[in-house]
Every structure is written in structure tokens, then in C-alpha cells.
């Protein structure tokens, strides 16, 4: 009798900033168990989210392809991905797995799975805690306990949505990494915050009245992450009591990172900034992963179908434009390419070009932090980007510049599209808009609003759930 094929569980972790993490060297001890997950396996120090944000991040994750095949650069895309796309659940699905995702309705990159299903995940002060992850769970042990029952392989995504905002965790995690008073009248941290109108109302929707530190607001989010951390034990756990560890792939990623008081970003994650690249990756998968492995070698979202394909054992016929990583676990690669493209249409439209010591950041269109059209950071002498060099550093400014176009080039050949964050003129949602001709025009019209229009704005049109 042939051996049944290996199952996949892959936790797509939502604004996880790999930096907040303790097994990435984070001081605060945030996950301990996603940790000890990471011992068990291999770990990924330098993996890259390279389109922001969450609908373009998802793309690449789950097709194994950039942002010129997917043609996906915005939050707000329209319609869905183009058939001569496969998704990650259409793959395995017609290798003859069963597919279930939750939290994930709607998302252009959630086309092809057999279940769907979805859990509560926004809210407001009023409403707290948010138990988003408790939630989640209860949603997923069944569907978990469901899937090790059927003679075919399973692929289960899990869409966690505690790192992105409202951070309202319950106790003791509201507490963990903060005792002073979020009030205090001395405290003027969060006077800048409240004076940005287009996320003010967002952040006052689910945060205390009356706060003034914004240390709180970050320390709310090292206490999501925590939160996090043990439901997901609870599930690694299950995992454990239906026998299903030895045969079943364990992958953890973040879709992009998240943006806290750097920046002045505020609590989101817009932005080219590192603390929005970086994100986490890890496998286990024991018997054929060797346990407690770091790799330090660059990768990003776009290598992770490609490998997972490599260690399911499934041939799917298609060139990706990702590369597996299984080179680097093994030792033969210690890197894939060092320097990339980058891109970003959430509240603002840029691109830029990433390599190991430098990060420049183009403009398409003013933004509504009023922010210089050309930024340039030394990452190995400023890797907080604090001192923008693009004035100092101009013959690096256009090396880069020429790398990037250069690239954009390669690509539009090899694909026959234009680059998308060319053609995304509407990327805002201001539907006919075009362009922002100002800065002050951008931050006069773009607002998210409260919790719940955050929530419809992430959302988009959802289609009809399908059922078990």
C-alpha cells in the first residue's frame, strides 16, 4: 500500500514584525512556544515580504510568483487572480488533497479551497478583549480533528489576525509588558499620533480614552503576539494527539510586518520600512528537516510554494517564479538573491530596491505623510532608517534607481505585463481619482475611519462561503 502523503498546516500570521519575536532576538520573551517550534525545525532569519501589504503579500505567499505574474500591488485589487495563476489549495487540490482555510473569505489568493470558514477578528474598546486567537481555535480544532479522519492528505491555511490592529488581548497579556499608566498627564507620546487625522479615528475607536503613551499601544502588541503564542501551542498540541506530527508539515509566515510608532506610520503597516519587510519564517517536518538549523541566507514569499511543493513530494509543472529553499537547507545555497524589488500600495504608492546595506524608496505620488519623493538608508549603519541619504548619497541613489528599472524591465518582458504599480491609479479607492497631485490633497481625502470600516476595508467584497 502506497504511503499517504505528507499533510500541510501552514499559519499565515497577519502584521507580525519577525523583530517582536523572541526567537528573533527580540528582549521580551513574546514566543516562547513558536520558539521552541522553531528549534524543532528550521528557521529563516532574513525572509522578506516584498509587496505590501496584506492582498499582494498573500499573492506571492501562496503562487510561488512576484507581483509583475500576479499583477497584484494593492490593497484594494480588483477582482480576482488571473486563471493563468494557481493558487497554493488549487495545487494540492488536484494532487488530491482536501483543503480548508479560516479567516481567509475573500482575499483574491483565497480562491480554490474546499472549506472556508471565519471567526470574529475586529472590534473595538468597547468590545474588548478581542479573543481573536481563542476564537480562531475554536473554529479550527474541528475542522483539524475533521480532516486527520479522511484517507486524503490535508492542507489547512490559518489566517491569525492577532498582531494586526485593534490590539485589545485579554489578561494577563494587556499587563505583560506594561505596568505604568497609560494616561498619564506627564506623557506626551501619543500628541502626534491623535493629530493624524486620516488614522486618528481609527486608533481612538480601541484605544483607552484619554491615552498619552504610546509605549502602552506597543506593548498591547508584544502582548497580541503572546496571546497568540499559546493559542497556537493549543493547536500544535491537537496536532500532536491525533498522531499527525511525524507526517505533517508545519510552516509559520508572516504576510508583512508591522509598522508601531516608527516612522510615523502609527500602528499599521504601510510603509518599505524593515519593520514591515521582515517577517517570520519556519518549518518542521521531522525525519526530513534537520531540528534547530538558522539559516541566515535571504528568501522571500515568493520561494515558499516552490519549496513546499519540494517537500510534499508534488510535481505541479509549473515554473515558479520563487525558488525552493531546500538548496539552503541543505546546505548547497547559502542565499538566494541578496537584492529585490520592493513595493507598496496600501496608503501610499511607492517601489524601491532592497540590497544588504541599502534600501531606496521611490515615490510614484506624494503621500499623506508629506515624506520626501526619494528616501535612501545605509541598513548596516542606520538599520532603524532614521537619517534619509538620498540628498548626501545621489550616485548610490541612481546605481540603485538603475538597478531597479532595470529589473522592472527584465520583468515586463519576461511576464508581457506592464508593471502593476504603474497601472494602479486608483490603488486608494477614490474610484476615477487618479494620482494624488499633493501631499496635502492625500492627506485631506484618505481616512480610514473607525474599527469596523477597518475591518470592511481589509474585507472587501466577500463571496459566498462554501460548506463542508
Same mark, same amino acid.
Request: aromatic fraction near 10%; charge should be positive.
Given at each position: 500500500m502506497a504511503k499517504r502523503k505528507r499533510n500541510l498546516i501552514l499559519f499565515g500570521i497577519d502584521s507580525l514584525w519577525a523583530d517582536r519575536m523572541?526567537?528573533?532576538?527580540?528582549?521580551?520573551? $513574546?514566543?516562547?512556544h513558536m520558539d521552541k517550534l522553531a528549534t524543532q525545525g528550521v528557521l529563516f532569519e532574513n525572509t522578506y515580504s516584498p509587496h505590501i501589504p496584506t492582498t499582494s503579500a498573500y499573492a506571492s505567499m501562496l503562487s510561488g510568483m512576484d507581483c509583475f505574474t500576479t499583477e497584484v500591488v494593492a490593497l484594494r485589487?480588483?477582482?480576482?487572480?488571473? *486563471? *493563468?495563476?494557481?493558487?497554493?489549495?488549487?495545487?494540492?487540490?488536484?494532487?488530491?488533497?482536501?483543503?480548508?482555510?479560516?479567516?481567509?473569505?475573500?482575499?483574491?489568493?483565497?480562491?480554490?479551497?474546499?472549506?472556508?470558514?471565519?471567526?470574529?477578528?475586529?472590534?473595538?474598546?468597547?468590545?474588548?478583549p478581542l479573543r481573536k486567537a481563542e476564537l480562531l481555535n475554536d473554529v479550527t480544532i474541528p475542522e483539524l480533528e475533521r480532516l486527520s479522519r479522511s484517507k486524503k492528505p490535508f492542507f489547512l491555511f490559518l489566517r491569525h489576525m492577532d498582531p494586526h490592529a485593534p490590539y485589545l488581548p485579554p489578561a494577563p497579556y494587556d499587563t505583560m509588558f506594561y505596568s505604568a499608566d497609560p494616561c498619564d498627564?506627564? @506623557?506626551?507620546?501619543?500628541?502626534?499620533?491623535?493629530?493624524? *487625522?486620516?488614522?486618528r479615528d481609527f486608533h481612538l475607536s480601541w484605544m483607552p480614552p484619554g491615552i498619552t503613551d504610546a509605549e502602552y499601544v506597543n506593548a498591547q502588541y508584544d502582548g497580541e503576539i503572546a496571546y497568540m503564542d499559546a493559542c497556537i501551542q493549543r493547536l500544535l498540541q491537537r496536532v500532536d494527539e491525533l498522531g499527525l506530527a511525524?507526517?505533517?508539515?508545519? @510552516?509559520?509566515?508572516?504576510?508583512?510586518?508591522?509598522? /508601531?510608532?516608527e516612522h510615523d506610520c502609527y500602528w499599521d503597516h504601510h510603509g518599505m520600512y524593515e519593520c514591515t519587510l521582515h517577517v517570520p519564517l519556519m518549518m518542521r517536518l521531522p525525519g526530513v528537516l534537520s531540528e534547530g538549523k538558522r539559516l541566515s541566507g535571504y528568501n522571500t514569499h515568493q520561494d515558499l510554494v516552490p519549496?513546499?511543493?519540494? /517537500?510534499?513530494?508534488?510535481?505541479?509543472g509549473i515554473k515558479f517564479d520563487g525558488r525552493s529553499l531546500m538548496g539552503m537547507i541543505r546546505g548547497r545555497r547559502r542565499?538566494?538573491?541578496?537584492?529585490?524589488?520592493?513595493?507598496?500600495?496600501?496608503?501610499?504608492?511607492?517601489?524601491?530596491?532592497?540590497?544588504?546595506?541599502?534600501?531606496?524608496?521611490?515615490?510614484?505620488?506624494p503621500d499623506f505623510h508629506f515624506k520626501p519623493e526619494i528616501e535612501l538608508y545605509n541598513l548596516i549603519e542606520d538599520p532603524g532608517? $532614521?537619517?534619509?541619504?538620498?540628498?548626501?548619497?545621489?550616485?548610490?541613489?541612481?546605481? /540603485?534607481?538603475?538597478?531597479m528599472e532595470a529589473w522592472i524591465a527584465k520583468r515586463e518582458r519576461e511576464t508581457g505585463n506592464v508593471n502593476p504599480m504603474y497601472t494602479n491609479l486608483d490603488w486608494?479607492?477614490?474610484?476615477?481619482?487618479?494620482?494624488?497631485?499633493?501631499?496635502q490633497e492625500a492627506y485631506d481625502m484618505m481616512h480610514i475611519g473607525s474599527a469596523e470600516r477597518a475591518r470592511q476595508l481589509q474585507a472587501g467584497e466577500k463571496g459566498k462561503k462554501k460548506k463542508r
Open positions: 523572541s526567537c528573533y532576538g527580540y528582549h521580551r520573551q $513574546t514566543s516562547p485589487h480588483k477582482g480576482g487572480l488571473t *486563471k *493563468k495563476i494557481k493558487t497554493l489549495p488549487e495545487i494540492l487540490g488536484k494532487a488530491g488533497y482536501n483543503t480548508s482555510c479560516v479567516g481567509f473569505t475573500g482575499n483574491p489568493s483565497s480562491r480554490g479551497f474546499d472549506t472556508y470558514l471565519e471567526y470574529p477578528a475586529w472590534g473595538s474598546w468597547e468590545q474588548r498627564p506627564e @506623557v506626551k507620546s501619543m500628541d502626534a499620533p491623535k493629530a493624524f *487625522k486620516p488614522f511525524d507526517d505533517t508539515l508545519i @510552516v509559520l509566515n508572516g504576510d508583512h510586518g508591522e509598522t /508601531l510608532d519549496t513546499v511543493m519540494e /517537500l510534499l513530494g508534488v510535481r505541479p542565499t538566494h538573491s541578496p537584492e529585490f524589488y520592493i513595493t507598496e500600495a496600501t496608503w501610499m504608492r511607492k517601489h524601491g530596491w532592497r540590497t544588504p546595506q541599502w534600501k531606496l524608496i521611490v515615490a510614484l505620488e532608517e $532614521t537619517k534619509n541619504l538620498a540628498n548626501k548619497e545621489k550616485a548610490v541613489v541612481e546605481l /540603485l534607481r538603475g538597478r486608494h479607492g477614490k474610484k476615477g481619482h487618479g494620482p494624488f497631485k499633493s501631499s
